[in-house]
């Protein structure tokens, strides 16, 4: 019977991990820059870039989580210093190839996206496990794609991309 409260106690304790961890989610994307008509980058670029949400109302810490374009390969560019996302706040993610932190707290990934090429966008915890995950679809220039409100299960397309901001204004897809 002790093992038994023991086994259970463990995957109790398992599952509350793996709830903690879902809580930032892949909020928005865009991988359709052009070279004006946006917000550039601190390098007064159009880069491609991932706005990640903080579900809770207590700041988290992302020390350690990985983002990555390649499923195989969940740790390819790992979330540099102490920076958090505010409670039920955003954090942008610039995927520029650069692999530096820029200004103080611009991020900027080590690989660029690409949405001609079927690439995901994964974000996994500081042990490598993947807790979001998605396929990149192609959309139009300037546009994103998005969570149909910040969090939510289903995603939408945004003619007016809300990076940093809350996504409103979804559209189901192209006429």
């Given amino acids: ?14 599952l509350f991990i ?9 909020n928005e994307y865009s991988c359709a820059n052009a070279t004006s ?5 601190f390098f007064g670029q159009m880069e491609d870039w991932i706005e990640l949400y903080n579900t809770t109302g207590v700041s988290i ?3 350690g989580y990985h983002l990555s374009d390649k499923a195989t390969n969940p ?11 505010p409670a039920n ?22 690989f660029k996206l690409t949405q001609t090429k079927f690439e995901k966008i994964v974000l996994s915890d500081p042990s490598g496990i993947i807790i979001d995950s998605l ?10 794609r ?11 397309l945004f003619t007016n991309s809300t990076p940093n901001a809350s996504n409103t204004g979804a559209m189901l897809e192209y006429a």
Avoid: E
């Avoid at 038994?4 to 398992?14: A, R």
């Avoid at 793996?18 to 892949?26: F, K, L, R, Y």
């Fill in 75 to 85: 740790t390819k560019f790992q979330i540099p210093g102490s920076i958090s996302i």
């Fill in 61 to 63: 810490n992302l020390n």
């Fill in 146 to 156: 998005g969570r149909t409100t910040n969090g939510a299960a289903t995603w939408s």
């Fill in 135 to 144: 396929t990149i679809v192609p959309n139009q220039v300037l546009h994103s």
């Fill in 89 to 110: 706040g955003y954090m942008m993610v610039y995927c520029s190839g650069r692999a530096q932190i820029a200004g103080g707290s611009q991020i900027h990934t080590n």
């Fill in 18 to 26: 793996q709830n903690a961890n879902s809580q930032i989610v892949i």
């Fill in 37 to 41: 008509g946006g917000d550039p980058d």
């Fill in 1 to 14: 019977m002790l093992k038994i409260c023991k086994f259970s106690i463990l995957i109790l304790g398992l």
